[in-house]
């Protein structure tokens, strides 16, 4: 067992397996104390190379041509690479683009026409999420309930709100890592909860792609969606994905039309008709440039290998919640994440009265972290970047704020 200490942080880095990935990222600051990249990822140095090439090259060299050189591929080129390292999909399943709102809306209008067009379908009139769901999955739920004259019901946890699944529930919600506490649902389980009462869920990954092992195809979700700014590294306002299970592709149709989504789009023809695949999930134009940057970051998770990755964030999300027991403690802050390390993500919620204004002093000291409301304070620890003396010196500049 490790001591909790600034040397016990050391002997931990020192013997850490993924220690060297840190040299990978260009990091402009050493001396900043970066706890969020469960907001932001860092900058890899491979997509600094990656993107001065695909801008000179490809962009300024290829100009129109490189749409039939390669870019038109690269949504589930990269969604391919990105399910085989970190997501436990095979092939033909992922597709990267548009906003994460925008893919999760996609896929819920998706399942949502797919039950009202089975027999009976107009029965099931309920979508069913929790209220920790992050905002804009509550948003946009409550905006497609609205739009189908359907009742949305948020639950003040994801137990309570399979309790409410039954015969009129349509479609189900949730995220697998809570955005505040960093708790891990039990996605198989309740994925076949949901598919026994007959009806469909969309998960959200964000918090879960890059940090924990995920198995897809295994634990049979069906449908999916995440960011891939977090712990992927893909940069700010990075494109998100989206993963639909073979079997369901054909029977599913998402709300927009665009021409990328459509059988042959350069045959510019009359009327839709969707493409196969994953490639109908698809709707405009790929952002290409954004879509190099995701790759490079994919190949660092690939690099790393996710099971390591995961396993380096359980030791330093442990080492953050005995920490904060033991300098916090006493101070009136306490571990609102589960202490279970199974249970838990990539980052450790502290809950803090003062949790707002200590973010800020805390920022003033080098140390980056976030507030949640109302109490939070988030250390987000992520495997790649993120040493244990990080961890050690941002619980301790807490006390120090406490103590100030
Ligand atoms: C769980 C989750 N879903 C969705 C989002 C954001 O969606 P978008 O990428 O469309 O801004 C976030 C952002 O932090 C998130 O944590």
Same mark, same amino acid.
């Given at each position: 067992?490790?001591?909790?200490?600034?040397?016990?942080?050391?002997?931990?880095?020192?013997?850490?397996?993924?220690?060297?990935?840190?040299?990978?990222?260009?990091?402009?600051?050493?001396?900043?104390?970066?706890?969020?990249?469960?907001?932001?990822?860092?900058?890899?140095?491979?997509?600094?190379?990656?993107?001065?090439? *695909?801008?000179?090259? $490809?962009?300024?060299?290829?100009?129109?041509?490189?749409?039939?050189?390669?870019?038109?591929?690269?949504?589930?080129?990269?969604?391919?690479?990105?399910?085989?390292?970190?997501?436990?999909?095979?092939?033909?399943?992922?597709?990267?683009?548009?906003?994460?709102?925008?893919?999760?809306?996609?896929?819920?209008?998706?399942?949502?026409?797919?039950?009202?067009?089975?027999?009976?379908?107009?029965?099931?009139?309920?979508?069913?999420?929790?209220? $920790?769901?992050?905002?804009?999955?509550?948003?946009?739920?409550?905006?497609?309930?609205?739009?189908?004259?359907?009742?949305?019901?948020? *639950?003040?946890?994801? *137990?309570?709100?399979?309790?409410?699944?039954?015969?009129?529930?349509?479609?189900?919600?949730?995220?697998?890592?809570?955005?505040?506490?960093?708790?891990?649902?039990?996605?198989?389980?309740?994925?076949? $909860?949901?598919?026994?009462?007959?009806?469909?869920?969309?998960?959200?990954?964000?918090? !879960?792609?890059?940090?924990?092992?995920?198995?897809?195809?295994?634990? $049979?979700?069906?449908? *999916?969606?995440?960011?891939?700014?977090?712990?992927?590294?893909?940069?700010?306002?990075?494109?998100?994905?989206?993963?639909?299970?073979?079997?369901?592709?054909?029977?599913?149709?998402?709300?927009?039309?665009?021409?990328?989504?459509?059988?042959?789009?350069?045959?510019?023809?009359?009327?839709?008709?969707?493409?196969?695949?994953?490639?109908?999930?698809? !709707?405009?134009?790929?952002?290409?440039?954004?879509?190099?940057?995701?790759?490079?970051?994919?190949?660092?998770?690939?690099?790393?290998?996710?099971?390591?990755?995961?396993?380096?964030?359980?030791?330093?999300?442990?080492?953050?919640?005995?920490?904060?027991?033991?300098?916090?403690?006493?101070?009136?802050?306490?571990?609102?994440?589960?202490?279970?390390?199974?249970?838990?993500?990539?980052?450790?919620?502290?809950?803090?009265?003062?949790?707002?204004?200590?973010?800020?002093?805390?920022?003033?000291?080098?140390?980056?972290?976030?507030?949640?409301?109302?109490?939070?304070?988030?250390?987000?620890?992520?495997?790649?970047?993120?040493?244990?003396?990080?961890?050690?010196?941002?619980?301790?500049?807490?006390?120090?704020?406490?103590?100030?």
């Amino acid at each position: 067992l490790a001591e909790i200490s600034r040397p016990g942080a050391e002997a931990l880095d020192a013997a850490d397996p993924l220690a060297g990935f840190r040299a990978r990222f260009d990091i402009a600051d050493e001396q900043l104390v970066y706890l969020d990249g469960n907001s932001l990822g860092m900058l890899p140095r491979s997509t600094l190379a990656r993107l001065g090439e *695909a801008v000179r090259e $490809e962009w300024g060299g290829r100009l129109i041509r490189g749409w039939s050189e390669g870019w038109m591929e690269l949504p589930l080129l990269v969604g391919d690479e990105l399910g085989a390292a970190a997501l436990g999909a095979a092939t033909g399943q992922v597709a990267v683009g548009d906003s994460t709102s925008v893919c999760f809306y996609k896929l819920c209008a998706a399942a949502l026409d797919e039950v009202a067009g089975e027999p009976g379908g107009f029965e099931r009139d309920e979508i069913v999420s929790d209220v $920790e769901n992050f905002p804009t999955d509550r948003y946009v739920l409550e905006g497609l309930a609205a739009a189908r004259g359907m009742k949305l019901r948020l *639950a003040p946890s994801v *137990a309570d709100a399979m309790a409410l699944a039954g015969p009129r529930t349509a479609l189900a919600s949730f995220s697998h890592v809570s955005y505040r506490t960093a708790e891990v649902v039990e996605l198989p389980v309740v994925a076949a $909860e949901l598919r026994a009462a007959g009806a469909r869920c969309v998960w959200d990954l964000s918090h !879960s792609v890059g940090s924990v092992e995920l198995a897809l195809d295994e634990w $049979e979700a069906e449908l *999916a969606v995440g960011c891939s700014y977090k712990y992927l590294n893909g940069g700010p306002g990075a494109p998100a994905w989206m993963y639909v299970a073979r079997e369901l592709q054909g029977s599913l149709r998402q709300p927009i039309w665009g021409w990328l989504g459509r059988r042959d789009p350069f045959l510019m023809a009359p009327g839709y008709e969707a493409a196969d695949g994953m490639r109908r999930f698809l !709707s405009g134009t790929p952002p290409v440039l954004a879509l190099h940057a995701v790759r490079a970051g994919v190949a660092l998770v690939a690099d790393a290998g996710i099971a390591g990755i995961a396993q380096k964030g359980r030791a330093l999300t442990s080492f953050c919640v005995e920490a904060a027991d033991r300098l916090l403690g006493p101070l009136g802050g306490s571990v609102a994440s589960p202490r279970e390390d199974s249970r838990r993500g990539a980052h450790v919620a502290l809950a803090h009265p003062r949790a707002r204004t200590l973010v800020d002093r805390l920022a003033t000291r080098g140390v980056i972290v976030d507030f949640r409301e109302p109490d939070l304070l988030r250390f987000g620890l992520s495997p790649l970047t993120t040493r244990f003396v990080d961890v050690w010196d941002g619980v301790a500049a807490l006390r120090d704020c406490l103590l100030g």
